[in-house]
């Protein structure tokens, strides 16, 4: 039986918690963005777990996610983190994608669903596909989706808020109204 590597990890934007195979990492659940004061975590790396990899078993790992916590601090402390962070996403064929061309927005920039949608060439991916397979990225900060916003320049959409979209927006120098 094989393993999945969990642990939380504690940041400036509040307690992550993340999930990893041996290849890299597969999960990285942000705070709740809700105002009850309950950890989703725990209960989504677990859900994770059932539907992607049931013949694996959980085992907590802190030392496992060193780089990602230096990855972390970095960019909070407003560098463009100098630390490879491993990656092991599943997802559809078209998610897979999307998110190849998130990861490839530079730090303090931004792209539109549309863009991402003309990219693509193709008419399956329109803007609202894209959204969807923006919004069900699995490692949100890492895979920078909060660099993603709507065509007029709006933010939309963000698993972690509205608010802290806009926190990394203006942490990263890009200021929207």
Known sequence: MERLYFAPVESEFGRLWALSTAEGLVRLVLPSSSRRNIDPGPSILSKWRDRNAPDHYLMESPARFRDLQKWLKQYAEGFIPDVEIPLNLKGTVFQQKVWAIVAGI???????????SRKLRKKSSSARAVGSAVGSNPVPLVVPCHRVIGESGKLVGFGGGLKMKQDLLRREGILLL
């Open 106 to 116: 530079p730090y303090g920039n931004t792209i539109t669903y549309g863009l991402i």
